[in-house]
């Protein structure tokens, strides 16, 4: 599976706009770049995936870098239950078996 | 729809116990799926299952079994618990391999 870099902690205020990085430089063109995250005391739950377009919904937005090696996933305007571990993976649709979770990025909102 | 089910929320056990860890879903799910969290670790995957009668190993399958006789139900067991156990316990389903997965609320097992 191809690998993918996260800083280990951010923080920012509440109501203000979040970008969480992902480096991935070893991606291939059949991988997908999935966002899952994980409130405190809870199972993970899903965010936003995509392939190679800027991807929209009701809980973020999903900027992929022209060449794919890297993503960014953007929380408009944080609020302090978006305080949680953001994981981002890569899956390749030929053989999704399992999701390869990294240690993703605690993030802290500060009111 | 309730979702992911898991029972019990926290068990404690001693070395050698054996126990099962209950995992449900009402949502008609085919894929179902077990992992591990140890603290300050992302998850792994212990085994999983594509459909009722069908289970596979994941990264880490030893010390534990499951079976699907059921598209509902996919409970894991430990046969000998062993302190290395101890950990937090989160099943998954979703519709098929690729699609989004749902996790469950998790089982905290501590193992003494």
């Known amino acids: 599976d191809a690998k993918t870099t996260q800083p280990n902690s951010m923080e920012s205020n509440e109501e203000e706009p979040v970008h969480l990085p992902c480096n991935h430089s070893?991606?291939?063109?059949?991988?997908?770049i999935h966002w899952y995250r994980q409130l405190p005391s809870q199972g993970p739950e899903y965010v936003i995936h995509g392939l190679t377009s800027n991807v929209n919904n009701r809980m973020a937005s999903l900027a992929i870098a022209e060449d794919r090696k890297s993503s960014t996933l953007i929380l408009h305007r944080a609020t302090l239950r978006d305080a949680a571990v953001y994981y981002c993976?890569?899956?390749?649709?030929?053989?999704?078996?399992?999701?390869?979770f990294g240690q993703g990025t605690r993030l802290t909102i500060n009111p | 729809n309730a979702g992911v089910t898991q029972t019990p929320k926290f068990q404690v056990l001693k070395t050698g116990q054996s126990m099962t860890l209950q995992c449900a879903q009402d949502?008609?799910?085919?894929?179902m799926s077990w992992y591990r969290q140890d603290p300050g670790m992302g998850l792994r995957l212990i085994h999983y299952?594509?459909?009722?009668?069908?289970?596979d190993q994941g990264e880490v399958p030893n010390g534990y079994n499951v079976s699907r006789s059921t598209t509902e139900d996919f409970p894991l067991r430990l046969l000998s618990a062993a302190p290395s156990q101890t950990s937090v316990y989160f099943c998954?389903?979703?519709?098929?391999?690729?699609?989004?997965?749902?996790f469950g609320p998790g089982t905290r097992l501590l193992v003494l």
């Open positions: 993976i890569l899956r390749d649709r030929r053989g999704a078996q399992k999701l390869v």
């Open positions: 998954a389903s979703s519709l098929g391999v690729w699609e989004t997965q749902y």
């Open positions: 299952s594509v459909g009722a009668g069908i289970t």
């Open positions: 070893t991606i291939s063109g059949t991988d997908y």
């Open positions: 949502m008609n799910h085919e894929y």
